[in-house]
Each structure stands twice: as structure tokens, then as C-alpha cells.
């Protein structure tokens, strides 16, 4: 079976599985997903998703367990009762959609219901506009140039990072989670610290796309009915995606063409924020039903927020403004008092507050990132320390090359670095404008605390490029995935293309998964096309208008790997680009042999028929170079270790029949190699698994068989020059 290449297409919202693993030591996390294959209740589904990311966090812990005799600062009283931490991360969820912030009418009122009996922080921040540097914050307390995940995909948490699961799994808690989409894969390390984790899965017959959203009426089941097997203490984390672009709640079109698309798009927003709610409503309804909820404290915050038409782009991840950078945050505990909280406060202050809170030592050696707010949130005490928090977006030049994002925010200014320095002044906690004229005094200060803290090494080694194999699952909720040959180290700002004056690319970029998601191919190619040519030197583009044109038949398969090659030309290395051109060539050589067949049907021979099997040899050879390329730049992508293999085993074949023993005996040997990696990597019931070891120990006999021949003399036996190898399909 020939795979289709790997597509920039849209997202799918319908099939799942889960993964729920025997409770293991810290830092074991092995076990594999199961398919499910469930539906979602309201019968949604979605093929894509454009541009870009975000989540809505809510926990829920408990408070304290500590002796009759008395508490200390980080030992909440609690009477000796069982401390439990569950966590919910709602995507993309601004925060002025929040009737708790305002928001007039609420499509929030189950939240409301909750901000009631929370301490609300009003002036919170994310680390980063995207949702796995974000999420990893949230765990280890540390910012994205700490812990290292500076973008989605590409980067995976370090397994020498202490998360908030492990240190509470060390405690003696259980630990379980159940997320909704593909960025929080345990393939970027998220999982580290939980026993079970339970997230979409591929379908049966797929070994590396179509990773599908769950939506929250799905992942809120599922996630009742692990909690409901959790013994006390817990730490459970429950994720939901709905708000994420694109927006489909239900009952809904994706698009009218009479309504102005700013408008009806966030009015969509708003009716996927609305359903959230609700869905939401009705699990914090069964949470307070149950004994547990009595020794809860909920914190409410998101991970960042969707910028809807603002500050220069459709969604999310390339700026830092405030629709995407501050979040709503709120923190219920049963010794706190309702109350607002003023002064700024980041994601990175949460793990160190909740684990005070929980009274739970740890012994991570180096300080946190994040402050512990517990002494003052418990005793009421006044926040009187000068502190400016972190924010980036390192999104843009790891994808395109153009100048990142830097910046310091506090209670009056944020400054931030670009391609240009810029202050803000904020005016009722929002920047009243920007631009205009730094004082170089202020100036060199801000820029000396800037390069002071983001010229600082990462304390651990992110895994980078992870499973690129899962790139094209995540395109397909609508992440701009890159590949190029960026670091994530401090780039010469004034060296790179100024973002903001790439916002119409930005734009356009989410329009093509529009037309993409609307069902308009020729639409979308089209913009591909001008993006190319607005863009030149971008493999990116090159890369997506390349894998594009794959879809459209062999009339335009030239042209695709014309583009494909020149993305790989201008240094962009993903490991999809090689595969779509191996798939190009395999694709290519496989007409050629049907061409082949039917000229030798109609009796032709000599020159000609050398002709086409030449061709069809070098472009097996291409194909064999742009597997092994892809393998070398991801040594776990799946479908290039079948295509590879099922390459070798054909020309295995023909050595055998040619006598050719020491060639076949080796290329048995690289199937053998291959497919043994191949079986390790699949989930332990993934449909292909038993057809798979069964070829596998075809292979290998054979390859003992000619051996033994090469070794004793003999005639090479009928079954070794006959067998054909089965589809593993």
C-alpha cells in the first residue's frame, strides 16, 4: 500500500481513544493508546484547523492534610483530610469573554457561578501565545527559556524537568489526565508524572495521521469515568479544545457569506466559549456532587487567548498583545475569601503556590521561575515586591525566520524587543498605544533586564523534533509547523524581517486553512501559489504549496517537487518535505510500471522497455535516499520505515532471483531492522500489528534461508525466489 503524503489538511473532530497505564514509578512512561473510536455526542466532526493555539486552564485541589496539633505556612488545615489537585485547561479562552471579567451577556455563567467563591486575579499573563510552552510552564513553575519548549511540535519537555505531576506523584498521589488534542501528545513529554493519560488516538488502520480532536462533551465522559476510579490524594488533569480555531460549535456553518467574516467569526467564538460552559457546568455539577469536592480548591486560568481580527492577525501564536497574552485566572480555596487580586501574575506562579498550598515539599534544586503567592493569598497579606513578568513569542522565527518576540510586563509599562524596541504605557492594565518615543535611560534599563534573563542557557536540553511524524496531525488543527534549520537561541534581531509588517502574510495564512476547512481547494492553492511568490526565500511556503499540489494528480506532480526541493534548498528540514518526495517518487516509478506492463502486453521490447525499467530504477533510488533523509531527521517516522522497507523487500526479491545471495541477504537484513523498529513503535493493539509480525518473521527466515545456501552451497529454495510480500495495509 502506498501512503498518501503527508498533507497540510484540515482537522478531524470525531474518533478517540485513550491510554490508561498501570501506576508507575517517576519518570517510567511507558504504555501505549487504545483505540476507541467513539463519537462525539453532538455528532461535530472537523478535517482542520488553521493557524494557531490556546488553552483555558481550570484546577481543582485540595487543601491540606495536616496534624490536629496545629499548621504551618505550608500546611493549610485541613483537619487531617485527603489533599486532591484536578486540573481542567480550557483552549484558546480569552479573557474578556468571561462574564467574571465583564463580559455583558455572560456566555459564561457556569464560570461566573464559580468566580463567586474564588480569589479572581485580574491582571494575569501566559508565558506564550502557544499551548504546549504554555502548558509546560504551568507544570515546572519555569518560563519557555527555562524548561526549554519554545513552540508547538517541535520542541518536547526534557525528561530532567520536575513537573507538578511527579512531584506529586512522589507524595504518594495518583495521577491521571485526559486531553483533547494533538499539540499535547505524550510524544512532547507533557505526560511526564502521570500514571494514566488518556488523549485522541489514530484510527485502527493508521500508523501516523489523523490525530482527531475529542471535543469536551467526550473528554469530560471520559475523564469522569477516571476520576471516579482515583483513590484520594488525586492530581487529575482534564483538558478541553473547543474554542480552538476552527470554530464549529454546534448547530453552526462554518461561514455565511452574508455576514462580514470578522463578525461572524467571533460570534462563533463566543458560541464555542458558550458550549464550553455548559459542558462544563455540567462536570463541576457531578465534581461538587461528590464527597471530594469538600477538600477542593479550583484554579480557573487559560493558557492565552485568541486575538480575533487584533493586533495583526486572525488567531493566535506570532504576537504578544493582550487578547492573547493575559488570561483569566481564578483560585478557589475553602480558607480564602472571595476577593480580587490586582497585581500582575504569571502561569509560571502556579506550580509554586498550588504545591504551598497542598503543603507539599519537593526537592527540585534550583529555584522556580514562578513566585509563591500562597503567604499572601492566606494571610492577606499586601503584594509590595517591584516585579515584571516574561512574555515571548518565538513562533515566527522558528517557522519563517522573522524577528521574535521579547518582553517585560509590570503594573504601568511592558516593553518589548523586536525587530524595533517599543514601551507601552498601560492604561487600566491595557497598552494605551503602540510605539512612540523610548527614553534611552529607560530604554538600556528595560534592554539590560531583557538580555539579563532571556540570554540565560535553559537548564535542560529540550528534546526537539520529538515525532515529526505527527507534524501533519497537527497541521491538521491548523498549526503552522515549521522545520527550518532555526535554534532557539537568541537570533540578531536587527538582522531579521520585522513581524508586524508580515501581518497581511498572516492573515492570508489563516485564510487558506479557511478556504482549506470550508472545502475550497482551488481557493487555498491559489493563495499558496501568491504566498510563494510574496515570499520567495520562505521554505515554508515552498513546503505547503508543494505538499498542495501532491493532491491535484500527476499533471502537477512536477511542479510540487520543484517546490518541495526548493523548501529543502532554503534549509527547511522537515522530515514530512523528504517524505512527500520519497512518496513522489515511489508514486512516479509505480506508473512507470504499469506503463511497463502494458508496452510488454503489446509486444514491444529493446531499447525503449531498458528505457522506462532505467527510469524506474533511479527513481526507486530517489525514493530509498528521501526515506532514509526523512528517517535520519525523525528516526521514529512510521510511515517512512514501512515505505523503506517495502522498497528493500522488492529488491531483495530480485537480487534472490538473480542469485545475487550477499545483496539479498542484506537487504532482508535492513527489512528485518526496519520492521522490528516499525512493530516496537505501534500501539500494542493498532490493527496492523499482527500482519506486520508475521512479515517480519517471513523476512527473516528468508534471510536464514539464503544464508544457509550461501554458506553450504545448494539451490536456492522455491519459496525464497517466489514469495511475494503481503500488504501490511
Same mark, same amino acid.
Given at each position: 500500500?502506498? $501512503?498518501? %503524503?503527508?498533507? +497540510?489538511?484540515? @482537522?478531524?473532530? &470525531?474518533?478517540?481513544?485513550?491510554? #490508561?497505564? !498501570?501506576?508507575?514509578?517517576?519518570?517510567?512512561?511507558?504504555?501505549?493508546?487504545?483505540?476507541?473510536?467513539?463519537?462525539?455526542?453532538?455528532?461535530?466532526?472537523?478535517?482542520?484547523?488553521?493557524?494557531?493555539?490556546?488553552?483555558?486552564?481550570?484546577?481543582?485541589?485540595?487543601?491540606?492534610?495536616?496534624?490536629?496539633?496545629?499548621?504551618?505556612?505550608?500546611?493549610?488545615?485541613?483537619?487531617?483530610?485527603?489533599?486532591?489537585?484536578?486540573?481542567?485547561?480550557?483552549?484558546?479562552?480569552?479573557?474578556?469573554?468571561?462574564?467574571?471579567?465583564?463580559?455583558?451577556?455572560?456566555?459564561?455563567?457556569?464560570?461566573?457561578?464559580?468566580?463567586?467563591?474564588?480569589?479572581?486575579?485580574?491582571?494575569?499573563?501566559?508565558?506564550?501565545?502557544?499551548?504546549?510552552?504554555?502548558?509546560?510552564?504551568?507544570?515546572?513553575? $519555569?518560563? %519557555?527559556?527555562? +524548561?526549554?519548549? @519554545?513552540?508547538? &511540535?517541535?520542541?518536547?519537555?526534557? #525528561?530532567? !524537568?520536575?513537573?507538578?505531576?511527579?512531584?506529586?506523584?512522589?507524595?504518594?498521589?495518583?495521577?491521571?489526565?485526559?486531553?483533547?488534542?494533538?499539540?499535547?501528545?505524550?510524544?512532547?513529554?507533557?505526560?511526564?508524572?502521570?500514571?494514566?493519560?488518556?488523549?485522541?488516538?489514530?484510527?485502527?488502520?493508521?500508523?501516523?495521521?489523523?490525530?482527531?480532536?475529542?471535543?469536551?462533551?467526550?473528554?469530560?465522559?471520559?475523564?469522569?469515568?477516571?476520576?471516579?476510579?482515583?483513590?484520594?490524594?488525586?492530581?487529575?488533569?482534564?483538558?478541553?479544545?473547543?474554542?480552538?480555531?476552527?470554530?464549529?460549535?454546534?448547530?453552526?456553518?462554518?461561514?455565511?457569506?452574508?455576514?462580514?467574516?470578522?463578525?461572524?467569526?467571533?460570534?462563533?467564538?463566543?458560541?464555542?466559549?458558550?458550549?464550553?460552559?455548559?459542558?462544563?457546568?455540567?462536570?463541576?455539577?457531578?465534581?461538587?456532587?461528590?464527597?471530594?469536592?469538600?477538600?477542593?480548591?479550583?484554579?480557573?486560568?487559560?493558557?492565552?487567548?485568541?486575538?480575533?481580527?487584533?493586533?495583526?492577525?486572525?488567531?493566535?501564536?506570532?504576537?504578544?498583545?493582550?487578547?492573547?497574552?493575559?488570561?483569566?485566572?481564578?483560585?478557589?480555596?475553602?480558607?480564602?475569601?472571595?476577593?480580587?487580586?490586582?497585581?500582575?501574575?504569571?502561569?509560571?506562579?502556579?506550580?509554586?503556590?498550588?504545591?504551598?498550598?497542598?503543603?507539599?515539599?519537593?526537592?527540585?534544586?534550583?529555584?522556580?521561575?514562578?513566585?509563591?503567592?500562597?503567604?499572601?493569598?492566606?494571610?492577606?497579606?499586601?503584594?509590595?515586591?517591584?516585579?515584571?513578568?516574561?512574555?515571548?513569542?518565538?513562533?515566527?522565527?522558528?517557522?519563517?525566520?522573522?524577528?521574535?518576540?521579547?518582553?517585560?510586563?509590570?503594573?504601568?509599562?511592558?516593553?518589548?524587543?523586536?525587530?524595533?524596541?517599543?514601551?507601552?504605557?498601560?492604561?487600566?492594565?491595557?497598552?494605551?498605544?503602540?510605539?512612540?518615543?523610548?527614553?534611552?535611560?529607560?530604554?538600556?534599563?528595560?534592554?539590560?533586564?531583557?538580555?539579563?534573563?532571556?540570554?540565560?542557557?535553559?537548564?535542560?536540553?529540550?528534546?526537539?523534533?520529538?515525532?515529526?511524524?505527527?507534524?501533519?496531525?497537527?497541521?491538521?488543527?491548523?498549526?503552522?509547523?515549521?522545520?527550518?534549520?532555526?535554534?532557539?537561541?537568541?537570533?540578531?534581531?536587527?538582522?531579521?524581517?520585522?513581524?508586524?509588517?508580515?501581518?497581511?502574510?498572516?492573515?492570508?495564512?489563516?485564510?487558506?486553512?479557511?478556504?482549506?476547512?470550508?472545502?475550497?481547494?482551488?481557493?487555498?492553492?491559489?493563495?499558496?501559489?501568491?504566498?510563494?511568490?510574496?515570499?520567495?526565500?520562505?521554505?515554508?511556503?515552498?513546503?505547503?504549496?508543494?505538499?498542495?499540489?501532491?493532491?491535484?494528480?500527476?499533471?502537477?506532480?512536477?511542479?510540487?517537487?520543484?517546490?518541495?526541493?526548493?523548501?529543502?534548498?532554503?534549509?527547511?528540514?522537515?522530515?514530512?518535505?523528504?517524505?512527500?518526495?520519497?512518496?513522489?517518487?515511489?508514486?512516479?516509478?509505480?506508473?512507470?510500471?504499469?506503463?511497463?506492463?502494458?508496452?510488454?502486453?503489446?509486444?514491444?521490447?529493446?531499447?525503449?522497455?531498458?528505457?522506462?525499467?532505467?527510469?524506474?530504477?533511479?527513481?526507486?533510488?530517489?525514493?530509498?535516499?528521501?526515506?532514509?533523509?526523512?528517517?535520519?531527521?525523525?528516526?521514529?517516522?512510521?510511515?517512512?520505515?514501512?515505505?523503506?522497507?517495502?522498497?528493500?523487500?522488492?529488491?531483495?526479491?530480485?537480487?534472490?532471483?538473480?542469485?545475487?545471495?550477499?545483496?539479498?541477504?542484506?537487504?532482508?537484513?535492513?527489512?528485518?531492522?526496519?520492521?522490528?523498529?516499525?512493530?516496537?513503535?505501534?500501539?500494542?493493539?493498532?490493527?496492523?500489528?499482527?500482519?506486520?509480525?508475521?512479515?517480519?518473521?517471513?523476512?527473516?527466515?528468508?534471510?536464514?534461508?539464503?544464508?544457509?545456501?550461501?554458506?553450504?552451497?545448494?539451490?536456492?529454495?522455491?519459496?525464497?525466489?517466489?514469495?511475494?510480500?503481503?500488504?501490511?495495509?
Amino acid at each position: 500500500m502506498i $501512503l498518501e %503524503p503527508q498533507a +497540510h489538511v484540515l @482537522r478531524g473532530r &470525531s474518533g478517540e481513544t485513550s491510554n #490508561e497505564r !498501570a501506576r508507575v514509578p517517576l519518570r517510567n512512561r511507558g504504555g501505549d493508546e487504545e483505540p476507541d473510536g467513539e463519537r462525539g455526542a453532538d455528532g461535530r466532526r472537523c478535517l482542520c484547523r488553521p493557524l494557531l493555539w490556546g488553552t483555558f486552564v481550570l484546577s481543582v485541589l485540595s487543601i491540606g492534610g495536616c496534624s490536629d496539633s496545629g499548621q504551618s505556612l505550608h500546611s493549610p488545615g485541613s483537619g487531617g483530610k485527603t489533599n486532591n489537585l484536578l486540573m481542567v485547561t480550557l483552549d484558546t479562552t480569552r479573557r474578556d469573554f468571561m462574564g467574571f471579567h465583564g463580559r455583558d451577556p455572560s456566555p459564561t455563567p457556569h464560570l461566573d457561578r464559580l468566580a463567586e467563591e474564588c480569589v479572581v486575579f485580574e491582571d494575569a499573563f501566559t508565558v506564550a501565545p502557544l499551548t504546549m510552552p504554555a502548558h509546560a510552564s504551568l507544570m515546572t513553575g $519555569l518560563y %519557555p527559556s527555562s +524548561h526549554g519548549v @519554545r513552540d508547538n &511540535s517541535t520542541f518536547s519537555l526534557s #525528561e530532567q !524537568a520536575d513537573t507538578l505531576a511527579e512531584v506529586l506523584q512522589a507524595q504518594g498521589y495518583a495521577t491521571g489526565a485526559a486531553v483533547s488534542a494533538a499539540v499535547l501528545d505524550q510524544a512532547f513529554g507533557i505526560d511526564q508524572g502521570f500514571e494514566e493519560f488518556s488523549a485522541p488516538r489514530r484510527g485502527p488502520n493508521e500508523t501516523g495521521v489523523h490525530y482527531l480532536e475529542r471535543i469536551a462533551a467526550d473528554t469530560i465522559g471520559r475523564a469522569q469515568g477516571q476520576l471516579a476510579e482515583l483513590q484520594e490524594p488525586f492530581f487529575f488533569w482534564l483538558h478541553l479544545f473547543d474554542p480552538h480555531y476552527p470554530y464549529a460549535p454546534p448547530g453552526m456553518p462554518f461561514e455565511d457569506e452574508v455576514e462580514p467574516l470578522v463578525v461572524q467569526r467571533r460570534r462563533m467564538y463566543e458560541a464555542e466559549i458558550r458550549y464550553l460552559d455548559q459542558q462544563l457546568g455540567r462536570f463541576l455539577d457531578w465534581a461538587r456532587a461528590r464527597p471530594a469536592w469538600k477538600r477542593t480548591v479550583v484554579l480557573v486560568c487559560s493558557d492565552h487567548g485568541e486575538s480575533l481580527h487584533e493586533a495583526g492577525e486572525n488567531t493566535h501564536g506570532f504576537f504578544v498583545s493582550d487578547p492573547v497574552m493575559r488570561v483569566p485566572l481564578l483560585l478557589r480555596h475553602p480558607e480564602l475569601e472571595s476577593r480580587r487580586w490586582q497585581p500582575p501574575v504569571s502561569l509560571v506562579d502556579a506550580m509554586p503556590t498550588l504545591l504551598s498550598s497542598l503543603g507539599v515539599g519537593h526537592s527540585i534544586n534550583e529555584p522556580l521561575d514562578g513566585a509563591d503567592l500562597w503567604p499572601y493569598l492566606r494571610n492577606d497579606r499586601p503584594w509590595q515586591q517591584e516585579r515584571a513578568l516574561a512574555l515571548e513569542s518565538y513562533y515566527a522565527y522558528l517557522n519563517f525566520g522573522w524577528a521574535p518576540f521579547e518582553a517585560w510586563v509590570n503594573e504601568s509599562f511592558r516593553f518589548e524587543r523586536s525587530r524595533e524596541l517599543t514601551l507601552y504605557e498601560r492604561t487600566g492594565h491595557s497598552p494605551s498605544r503602540r510605539g512612540g518615543v523610548v527614553k534611552e535611560a529607560t530604554k538600556a534599563a528595560w534592554v539590560e533586564r531583557l538580555d539579563g534573563y532571556f540570554d540565560r542557557p535553559p537548564r535542560f536540553e529540550s528534546r526537539s523534533g520529538a515525532l515529526p511524524a505527527r507534524l501533519s496531525e497537527l497541521t491538521e488543527l491548523g498549526y503552522v509547523v515549521g522545520g527550518g534549520e532555526k535554534s532557539s537561541e537568541r537570533p540578531d534581531f536587527s538582522s531579521l524581517d520585522d513581524t508586524y509588517s508580515k501581518a497581511p502574510v498572516i492573515r492570508r495564512i489563516s485564510e487558506i486553512h479557511a478556504a482549506q476547512h470550508a472545502k475550497r481547494p482551488e481557493v487555498a492553492l491559489a493563495m499558496m501559489q501568491e504566498l510563494c511568490r510574496l515570499e520567495p526565500e520562505s521554505g515554508f511556503f515552498h513546503d505547503k504549496y508543494g505538499t498542495a499540489l501532491l493532491h491535484r494528480g500527476p499533471e502537477r506532480w512536477d511542479e510540487a517537487e520543484a517546490h518541495l526541493t526548493r523548501a529543502l534548498e532554503l534549509r527547511f528540514q522537515q522530515a514530512t518535505t523528504c517524505f512527500n518526495l520519497g512518496w513522489l517518487a515511489m508514486r512516479k516509478a509505480e506508473l512507470l510500471r504499469e506503463e511497463l506492463v502494458r508496452r510488454r502486453g503489446q509486444g514491444e521490447s529493446g531499447a525503449d522497455l531498458r528505457s522506462l525499467r532505467s527510469a524506474i530504477t533511479g527513481l526507486d533510488s530517489i525514493a530509498i535516499q528521501r526515506f532514509r533523509e526523512t528517517l535520519d531527521r525523525d528516526q521514529n517516522y512510521l510511515e517512512a520505515m514501512d515505505q523503506l522497507a517495502r522498497l528493500f523487500q522488492s529488491q531483495a526479491e530480485v537480487a534472490a532471483n538473480k542469485s545475487d545471495l550477499t545483496t539479498a541477504i542484506e537487504l532482508y537484513g535492513e527489512v528485518a531492522n526496519l520492521l522490528s523498529r516499525y512493530v516496537s513503535l505501534l500501539p500494542d493493539h493498532h490493527e496492523s500489528l499482527a500482519g506486520t509480525l508475521e512479515i517480519l518473521g517471513r523476512c527473516r527466515s528468508r534471510r536464514d534461508a539464503l544464508k544457509h545456501v550461501l554458506e553450504n552451497g545448494g539451490v536456492i529454495p522455491k519459496a525464497v525466489v517466489s514469495w511475494v510480500p503481503q500488504d501490511r495495509s
